[in-house]
């Protein structure tokens, strides 16, 4: 079984800057595609940003031009990086890693969830 513990997450004026982190108790990171979702109260759950095993990325269009998802192999850790913040980002953010077996088995693991909070 891998666990992910996500940090990073807090209060942070309109503007600012976040960097959450995830970290894989085994190193996954590598083989696996990560990413990250949130979900605001009184909505569902959303994916903001995709980062496959190839190294591909991917964002919602609200992600785009400002969030920046990044692994790093060694540290068996994925990142987001959370730039121009605004109210509307709050949420609890949480990790995702995935991978497909050669039986077809697909395995998935989440993280406990982070919350970041940007007020109005």
């Known amino acids: 079984q891998v666990q992910l513990v996500e940090s990073g997450g807090g209060l942070v004026q309109a503007g600012g800057s976040l960097r959450l982190s995830c970290t894989a108790s085994?190193?996954?990171?590598?083989?696996?595609?990560m990413g990250w979702y949130r979900q605001a109260p009184g909505k569902q759950r959303e994916l903001v940003a995709l980062?496959?095993?190839?190294?591909?990325?991917n964002y919602a269009d609200s992600a785009k031009g400002r969030f920046t998802i990044a692994r790093d192999n060694a540290k068996s850790t994925g990142y987001l990086q959370m730039n121009s913040l605004k109210p509307e980002d709050t949420a609890v953010y949480s990790c995702?890693?995935?991978?497909?077996?050669?039986?077809?088995?697909?395995?998935?693991?989440w993280g406990q969830g982070t919350h970041v909070a940007v007020p109005s």
């Open positions: 995702h890693a995935s991978t497909i077996l050669s039986d077809r088995t697909k395995l998935n693991y």
């Open positions: 980062i496959t095993s190839g190294g591909d990325t």
């Open positions: 085994r190193s996954i990171v590598s083989s696996h595609d």
